[in-house]
């Protein structure tokens, strides 16, 4: 049995059957055409009229296809095939040439809907790109705007934390990703309330202790929220220090990750150089001093060089756009 589609390089299947139907030693194997469901009823009854015992039209149900070739070559073993001794039609060149061009109009005409359907699908994409970047930034306009002490402070340590990525020679995924959970790597402060924000005196004990649960707070919020669900590990350990004596989980060394260990770093130089409650900004070199005075036992050591290094060197420029990768990387994420 042949079974042969029509659309075919160096020939197509109405030339197959032809030259099959014309040799001796090939006329009598059963051919079936096997063909797209955009072939029209005429190029099935000429296929047929060519001396083909079948034109199945895809798709087919596997079963019902094995069904129907067992059926066939049942016939064929039982002489019940009608012999392909059709003679060749004098207008079988006219057809075989308007059925090309019919095929052509069609596959434009799917490729142009293709086209359109691609278009649409990535309007809809880019439109929701710029949902979750309008979202994700909403969130940081709410909590800068919940006390003058916190305006600013999310997007300085998001540049600081970039900066300190690109330091380090992270890929823009990573750098990306970093950025975004420093963008909202306070936002567990939502929940708590103004007064102990803005308290323009030191934290009570018991203050402190409220304040210290926005780190966990601040995963739980965004673990909600399936996209910024594998960012909520570095924003719940954003405190932790290296010999263990951070919050919410007094973790060490490596358990605290290289992008917490990122954040804590950025977070806490900008927490010295900029205004307190309850003092006025501290100055950069001051800050310098107290990042390697506590290289090793509250920050990462390797990470305190390179950060040093970022303050020596000068900010760097970088040439993607992060917030649109972290959203692509994020989309990616949820197709799997
Ligand atoms: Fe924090």
């Known amino acids: 049995m042949i079974i042969s589609d029509i659309l075919?390089?160096?020939?197509?299947?109405?030339?197959?059957?032809?030259?099959?139907?014309?040799d001796d030693r090939l006329s009598s194997i059963p051919f079936v055409f096997y063909s797209a469901s955009y072939t029209e009823r005429q190029d099935q009854e000429?296929?047929?009229?060519?001396?083909?015992v079948r034109f199945i039209v895809k798709p087919m149900d596997p079963d019902e296809f094995l069904k129907t070739i067992r059926e066939i070559l049942k016939d064929y073993e039982n002489g019940l095939l009608l012999p392909s001794a059709l003679p060749v039609d004098k207008d079988e060149d006219t057809f075989l040439k308007g059925y090309s061009g019919r095929l052509i109009r069609q596959l434009e005409k799917k490729v142009e809907d293709?086209?359109?359907?691609?278009?649409?699908?990535?309007?809809?994409e880019a439109?929701?790109?710029?949902?979750?970047?309008?979202?994700?930034?909403?969130?940081?306009?709410?909590?800068?705007?919940?006390?003058?002490?916190?305006?600013?402070?999310?997007?300085?340590?998001?540049?600081?934390?970039?900066q300190l990525a690109l330091e380090i020679d992270l890929g823009p995924a990573e750098i990306a990703e970093v950025k975004m959970a420093a963008l909202?790597?306070?936002?567990?402060?939502?929940?708590?309330?103004?007064?102990?924000l803005d308290k323009p005196s030191h934290l009570t004990e018991e203050e402190f202790r409220t304040v210290k649960e926005h780190a966990a707070l601040g995963a739980e919020i965004l673990h909600d929220i399936k996209p910024l669900r594998h960012i909520t590990p570095s924003i719940r350990h954003h405190?932790?220090?290296?010999?263990?004596?951070?919050?919410?989980?007094?973790?060490?060394?490596?358990?605290?990750?290289?992008?917490?260990?990122?954040?804590?770093?950025?977070?806490?130089f900008d927490a010295i150089t900029?205004?307190?409650?309850?003092?006025?900004?501290?100055?950069?070199e001051y800050a310098v001093e107290e990042l390697k005075k506590f290289s090793g036992k509250q920050f990462d050591p390797v990470l305190v060089d390179a950060f040093l290094r970022v303050l020596d060197n000068g900010f760097r420029c970088?040439?993607?756009?992060?917030?649109?990768?972290?959203?692509?990387?994020?989309?990616?994420?949820?197709?799997?």
């Open 8 to 22: 075919m390089p160096v020939m197509d299947g109405f030339q197959l059957c032809r030259m099959c139907q014309e």
């Open 318 to 336: 970088i040439k993607f756009n992060t917030m649109r990768i972290m959203i692509q990387g994020l989309m990616k994420v949820e197709k799997i």
């Open 114 to 124: 293709l086209e359109e359907s691609n278009k649409a699908l990535m309007k809809s």
């Open 184 to 196: 909202l790597h306070d936002i567990g402060k939502l929940g708590l309330k103004d007064n102990i």
């Open 127 to 162: 439109d929701l790109k710029d949902l979750f970047e309008s979202f994700v930034m909403a969130m940081v306009n709410a909590l800068e705007a919940k006390s003058r002490w916190t305006t600013g402070h999310s997007r300085r340590v998001a540049h600081y934390a970039e």
């Open 239 to 268: 405190h932790e220090k290296s010999d263990g004596s951070g919050y919410p989980d007094g973790i060490t060394g490596r358990d605290i990750g290289l992008f917490a260990g990122i954040l804590h770093i950025a977070d806490s």
């Open 274 to 284: 900029s205004d307190r409650p309850y003092r006025s900004s501290l100055s950069k």
């Open 46 to 52: 000429f296929g047929l009229g060519m001396g083909a």
